[in-house]
T-cell receptor
């Protein structure tokens, strides 16, 4: 069990550029989540997949954000036309469950800085 | 809308003292409550998970209680050590499986 991994760990980009982050969940987990955390705050939910289906999206996920989980394995989160307000830690988590209330396991996060 | 609050926002104690961290939530219709530890610039490490039907959960020096009806949870850390210095986050899971987090309590244990 290698845990949840995220790549890259750090990303610095200029305003207006597109960025893409990758998350590899724990191998047997069917659920995958993305959260965003700004400095000094708790993480906020962005979106959630069960297998390859995206089941819920937060209102925080503007039309510049898109997430995919092809084949129900790894997931990517893309931000188009980045803005300075997108600077944050992007956290991925995974879990196994069929009903509700699974224990979620988090990756190390991707720190995004938009200049 | 579920809201989670953690008080205090920061806590400083001398080594050896017991730590008491509080978490409150507004909607008691939860599946579970998780406590996490976060070191600066790092991801979240799961410490304890309490299912909604449970009253408490223990792991080593950590003990967490849950009172769903009053919307409260408390994390106790016995005999604190400098290595316990971190931010502690609580989160509740409700319909849709997403976690709603509190703002965290930043703990400093002084040698």
């Amino acid at each position: 069990d290698t845990g949840v991994s995220q790549d890259p760990r750090h990303k610095i980009t200029k305003r207006g550029q597109n960025v893409t982050f990758r998350c590899d969940p724990i191998s047997e987990h069917n659920r995958l989540y993305w959260y965003r955390q700004t400095l000094g705050q708790g993480p906020e939910f962005l979106t959630y997949f069960q297998n390859e289906a995206q089941l819920e999206k937060s209102r925080l996920l503007s039309d510049r954000f898109s997430a995919e989980r092809p084949k129900g394995s790894f997931s990517t989160l893309e931000i188009q036309r980045t803005e300075q307000g997108d600077s944050a830690m992007y956290l991925c988590a995974s879990s196994w469950g069929l009903a509700g209330g699974d224990e979620q396991f988090f990756g190390p996060g991707t720190r995004l800085t938009v200049l | 809308k579920q809201e989670v609050t953690q008080i205090p926002a920061a806590l400083s104690v001398p080594e050896g003292e017991n730590l008491v961290l509080n978490c409150s939530f507004t909607d008691s219709a939860i599946y579970n409550l998780q406590w996490f530890r976060q070191d600066p610039g790092k991801g979240l490490t799961s410490l304890l998970l309490i299912q909604s039907s449970q009253r408490e959960q223990t792991s080593g020096r950590l003990n967490a209680s849950l009172d769903k009806s009053s919307g409260r949870s408390t994390l106790y850390i016995a005999a604190s050590q400098p290595g316990d210095s971190a931010t502690y986050l609580c989160a509740v899971s409700a319909a849709g499986n997403k976690l709603t987090f509190g703002g965290g309590t930043r703990v400093l244990v002084k040698p």
